[in-house]
């Protein structure tokens, strides 16, 4: 018998779409808030590189505010796009409504209301909603979805910060025992499990990040130290996520992790060039203009290889 077909699975983030289409992203701009990310979403997921996928993993913030309206919108894009059965979904701090400072003295009603929020978001597309959880779509491949989302603990770094409680990590390790047959396993969570010091950034030829955005972007330090050696002892292939809005592709302690770009973001085609790998669409499409980007990644053979490829649609 041959080998079997590859098996592609198609990574966005940080959509942020709003209940209605000419509403903006609450995060403020230098030259005003950003328009147009569900259009940009329904023209990501018609894209043939999109529906032709085996699967679309969604790292979180799907919704800019948690509104059941923008999640209809998100669904509705889907259901269009004749991939209802192929998307998984896990939430971001905006989906939960964790957009900034919290009064300490609400945390459980924020904690309550906010993980409510999202689970009626994901029901209407027919998604997990007990995290973690373990979808295996294919013999070769496995993921593994965390809710990486601080629900109430209060902090002065502000409600955008990930968490990742000891009780989620247990049922974590579990999970992946449970699975430690399969070649390709897969943890996506929303927040970073790694940005690197100054330094680090340095070298690796990025803009570094101040330290308040670090706290902000990432889970905390014992908790992603405890997940990435979870993974690496697991055999984990690949650990995604999104909130960063950066394009990310590094090795930390022998796991590699990969952060997605924003899908409804535009960037300048210079801009998106500098990755050094080669887009899915043929270079007369990406001459000028804009353009949104997303990861791609193949699941070659039994499970041996696994390869990631930058996708970009031109607006």
């Not at 041959?2 to 030259?31: C, N, W, Y």
């Amino acid at each position: 018998m041959g080998q079997p077909r590859p098996l592609t699975i198609v990574h966005l983030s940080d959509m942020h779409l709003t209940a209605a289409d000419d509403g903006s992203r609450s995060e403020p701009k230098l030259f005003g808030r950003l328009q147009g990310m569900n259009a940009a979403c329904r023209k990501v997921l018609a894209t043939p590189a999109v529906r032709e996928a085996d699967l679309i993993l969604v790292t979180g913030d799907v919704t800019d505010r948690g509104e059941p309206e923008a999640w209809k919108v998100f669904w509705g894009a889907v259901e269009a796009a004749g991939l209802a059965k192929k998307v998984l979904v896990i939430p971001g701090n905006h989906d939960v409504g964790c957009l900034g400072f919290r009064l300490p003295w609400r945390s459980k009603a924020y904690a309550t209301e906010g993980l409510q929020r999202a689970i009626d978001g994901l029901r209407l597309g027919n998604q997990p909603t007990k995290f973690p959880w373990a979808v295996r779509p294919d013999p070769r491949l496995v993921i593994f979805g965390l809710n990486s989302n601080n629900l109430g603990e209060f902090r002065w770094t502000g409600a955008a910060g990930g968490e990742l409680k000891y009780f989620e990590l247990e049922r974590l390790a579990g999970l992946l025992h449970k699975h430690r047959d399969v070649p390709v396993k897969i943890v996506a969570l929303h927040h970073s499990p790694n940005i690197p010091e100054t330094e680090t950034a340095i070298r690796r030829g990025q803009k570094p990040l101040g330290k308040l955005e670090r706290l902000t972007l990432q889970v905390p330090q014992d908790q992603r130290r405890a997940l990435r050696l979870l993974c690496h002892a697991a055999g984990v292939r690949l650990v995604l996520h999104g909130h960063v809005h950066l394009s990310e592709d590094r090795r930390v302690g022998g796991v590699r992790i990969v952060g997605a770009c924003a899908t409804t973001e535009p960037v300048p085609l210079a801009e998106s060039r500098r990755t050094g790998l080669k887009p899915v669409l043929p270079p007369r499409h990406v001459r000028s203009g804009r353009a949104y980007q997303f990861h791609r990644y193949t699941i070659h053979g039994d499970g041996a290889r696994v390869t990631r490829q930058r996708c970009t649609v031109t607006v």
